[in-house]
């Protein structure tokens, strides 16, 4: 049975750190990770059954989350924490008593949500406007569907932008061009997970979404975005003209 683990930390790089530190237990998927004050709305959002946190993190609410949470006193000691704590449960666990009759397993098509480190997932918002949030999304967009990744971009803002600057209709809709697809909404499901990159265009707000969250405060160059992708937009560049 797989565990679904929200990492929850007051420093985003601390939340990452849990992330890396306990992506590789077995039948543990990662969720998402978040700050203390977007547990509540992150849980909601996402299938999660365990909260991973920082001993001394306090949540909100914490008593009304209705899952575990797991407190660990280091970083370092987040796997050693987890893993003991799993195996607890499982011994908890009564075996199943099979029998003659018992029915064959019935196949799901739920999929467990993708550890972050597998699918990238980055939101970007403005901290005014005309700062051209949308059109810093959009390039991301093109940047990692030109090097062959599928992208579902998520209009949070539901303004419909992310649609025209791609040269499509408006819609309530999903609506793809090449490899990437528009959703209306924010939100994650099975077939949005199998994405190889989630981007959201947050409008002037960052929402409680699991993702890297970028503040637009001026219009982003194209380098600056291939930059925080992790693209060497010149070997980009000459690629395209190769081809």
Known sequence: MHTSVLCV???EAQAAALVDAVAHIPDVFIA???DPHQVQEVTRLVGTTLVLTLEGTAIPDVEKLG???LSVPEVDKAAEVLEAYLKAQ?????PAQPTASAPAPVATSRLPFAPLRRQLRLGFY???GGVGTTTAVVTAAKLL???GKRVALFDAAQRGDPYL???????DKPATTGNITV???LALDDARVSYDAILVDGGRERRAFPARWIAVDKPLSEAAIAKLLGIDLASLTEEAAQC
């Open 67 to 69: 899952i575990p949470v």
């Open 165 to 171: 600057l791609l040269d499509l209709t408006p819609s």
């Open 32 to 34: 998402g990770l978040c």
């Open 183 to 185: 959703y209306p909404d």
């Open 90 to 94: 499982t011994a908890k666990q009564p």
């Open 126 to 128: 403005g901290t005014r």
């Open 9 to 11: 930390a007051p420093q």
């Open 145 to 147: 569907a030109a090097q």
